[in-house]
Structures are given as C-alpha cells and as structure tokens.
C-alpha cells in the first residue's frame, strides 16, 4: 500500500512558499510580452501567431508560466526567477494552452517549435507593448489584457478580487 509523504498542510506550505518566491519586474514583462505576441489579432502578435495561432496564452496562462517558473527557481535552490527558469517551463506550461488554427494544423506546425520561436523573439515586440497610464507596469495580467482587447485605458475596479490576483497569482 502507498504511504502519504506529504500531508495536506505540507501541499499547502508548499504552494505559498513558490507564491513567495521573488520575480522581477522585467521578467514578469517578459512573459507579458510573450503572452501578447501569442496572441494572433493584436497589433504586437509575432508573425507566426497571426498565421498559425487560432488562440494564443490568455492571462491566466501566463500567471501558470509566472507559477511554474517561480517553483522551476525554488526547486534549483534560487531565491529568485531568472530568464532560465522561465525557459525552462515554457513548454510544459503553454504547450497546451495555445491553439493552432487550421493552416497550422494542416501544415504540421509543430506547437514547440512555434512557442520558442515566439519567446526567443520576445525583444522584437518588447519596445511596442506600452502599459495604459491607469495600469502600473506591476500588473503585468491587467495590461496585457488591455492590449489584447485593444483599450487604450482601462479602470480597474478595486476590490477584493484584484487584492487576492496581486497576491496570489503573479
């Protein structure tokens, strides 16, 4: 019979000990930007994506590559995420989350290729993507999905809601 290693607190501990884990500033932009550039109807899709992506990485999913990086960084004994770590999960983390659209699928695009090739071009798109002045750069998710709705402001409402985002998701 199997024995439990972990109990539920452990998870638990676990889990906000990888929330907690630092990320920097650029690097959270670098995700934002690659989620953008994923996406194929932004003004700052990668080439690629317009032709071959039917839906790109919604913010969500780049708040799963923030995550995974951050546990990626703890479990090789770093205090903090750097460029590696997100290069790292990048795969297992959007893979799956980025659909192709039927030139993609009937030319065999491959999704890995086609998301590295995305995220190594990051600094081609990086100096378009410009935040609306109501939303701070911190808060990566939010202006990233003013740009992909195409808003040139966007309020945020305050409440509990944006708290519980801002600290446990980014």
């Not at 953008?36 to 080439?47: L, W």
């Not at 065999?108 to 939303?135: C, H, M």
């Amino acid at each position: 019979a199997a024995q439990a290693c972990l109990t539920a607190q452990d998870i638990l501990a676990a889990q906000e000990l990888v929330r907690a884990v630092p990320i920097a500033e650029h690097v959270r932009d670098v995700i934002a930007h690659f989620a953008v550039a994923t996406q194929p109807h932004s003004a700052h899709a990668h080439e690629a994506a317009r032709r071959f992506i039917r839906f790109g990485l919604s913010p969500r999913g780049a708040q799963s590559l923030v995550i995974a990086a951050k546990a990626h960084a703890l479990l090789q004994g770093k205090y903090n995420v750097g460029y590696e770590d997100v290069e790292a999960v990048l795969l297992p983390a959007t893979r799956h989350r980025i659909q192709l659209n039927f030139e993609g699928r009937a030319q065999a695009t491959g999704i890995d290729q086609l998301v590295r090739d995305i995220f190594e071009n990051w600094n081609t798109y990086k100096s378009l993507l410009t935040y609306p002045d109501e939303v701070a750069t911190t808060d990566v998710v939010y202006a990233m999905a003013a740009v992909i709705m195409g808003t040139e402001r966007v309020t945020l409402p305050a409440g509990p809601s944006i708290v519980h985002m801002k600290k446990h998701m980014i």
